[in-house]
């Protein structure tokens, strides 16, 4: 029975997001137009519509040894493949919040599960979350604030979004968006404090699943086919962003986009995306003992028709960090072009390889 069900699962994935996603999905229009919904950023507790939402802080350019700023929650277990670690799980699932904060500094490293109920305080309209003592963020659209504080390290940041926006997915029962940002504040780093700023992203999701109906965890065999994600925040320059996005659902494509955003400027979305990965030798191996292909290095191409947008090779170059969904975050240094002329520099990424174990 389990088995029917997952092939099931998997035959009907390519479907719905290769027929059904493209005819309700708003994304490429609404990227196009100025954020107006700061309504929409609510945490959704308790909600059996909305089974999680996802806050998440990006920080993708920093000085030696950091080089990135990440944090990264959720708020309610997600029913999918690639998000959920059923043995953080809260007594009622639907409970479960997470945060994992990191930067490519020794011991900088933060993933703990948290109970909504027992451990967190989160306002109804957003504008105050609370994950323990551990982090805070605070919200006044345009204008955030997040504190941060893990031990080892923590951040002070205040940060400004613009009205740019990448849509991942726009639809009535799933939305994931990234704003375009600046920031400024600290880093603290055992003693010292180190100033940090410049661009960022301030993102935001919600969405309904299966996991609303069960106080369970939703088992193996019913959660979404969502296998394969991977997302990359990359600063071309002090005033141009480009994030990168590649997501497999069974096999299928569910977002394969390249979103270009220039401070005071608009963002542009191409679709024309390819995604080449020279994978690690050895696999990385989490807390329980799970093995996931990890890559040594990508390729992205992005073209607009004749056009040659951007071709950036990477090479990751700094520890992974366990705790994004069953993955890991990290940083690599780039080099390639763009519209022309080279670029160089270093990058955020995510990165959650199922596909493997799922088949």
């Known amino acids: 029975m ?192 180190v100033d940090v700023g410049g661009l960022c992203t301030v993102e935001y999701a919600r969405s309904v699943s299966p996991q609303a109906l069960s106080r369970t965890p939703v088992p193996p065999r019913w959660k979404l086919p969502v296998d394969f994600f991977t997302y990359h925040v990359i600063d071309l320059d002090e005033r141009t962003q480009l994030l990168l996005t590649d997501v497999r659902a069974a096999g299928a494509t569910a977002c394969k986009l390249a979103h270009l955003r220039v401070l005071d400027g608009e963002t542009t979305v191409y679709q024309e995306v390819s995604f080449e990965v020279t994978p690690r030798a050895e696999p990385e191996i989490d807390p329980v003992g799970r093995a996931m292909r990890v890559p040594r290095g990508f390729r992205w191409t992005v073209r607009d028709g004749a056009e040659e947008i951007a071709v950036l090779d990477g090479t990751v170059d700094t520890p992974l960090r366990y705790g994004h969904g069953r993955g890991y975050v990290g940083a690599y240094s780039f080099k390639g072009t763009f519209r022309g002329g080279p670029v160089s520099g270093t990058a955020y990424f995510e990165w959650i390889d199922c596909e493997s174990r799922s088949k």
């Open 2 to 193: 389990e088995h029917s069900t997952a092939r099931l699962l998997r035959t009907a994935a390519p479907v719905l997001v290769g027929r059904v996603l493209p005819k309700v999905d708003r994304r490429i229009e609404e990227s196009r137009r100025p954020f107006t919904r700061r309504d929409l950023m609510r945490p959704h507790v308790d909600s059996r519509t909305w089974a999680w939402t996802h806050y998440g802080v990006f920080v993708p350019r920093l000085p030696a040894p950091y080089r990135y700023l990440n944090t990264m929650t959720f708020v309610g277990a997600t029913g999918t493949v690639c998000f959920d670690n059923d043995y953080l799980a809260a007594p009622d699932a639907r409970r479960t919040a997470t945060v994992l904060s990191s930067t490519a500094a020794d011991g900088h490293h933060h993933y703990r599960a948290y109970d909504t109920r027992e451990d967190c305080a989160f306002a109804a309209d957003g504008s105050r979350l609370a994950w323990g003592g551990d982090l805070v963020i605070e919200a006044d659209h345009p204008g955030y604030r997040l504190r941060s504080g893990y031990g080892r390290f923590g951040a002070d940041l205040e940060i400004t979004a613009t009205s740019q926006v990448s849509w991942f997915v726009r639809t009535p029962f799933y939305d994931h968006l990234s704003l375009l940002a600046t920031c400024r504040g600290t880093v603290t780093d055992g003693g010292e404090t």
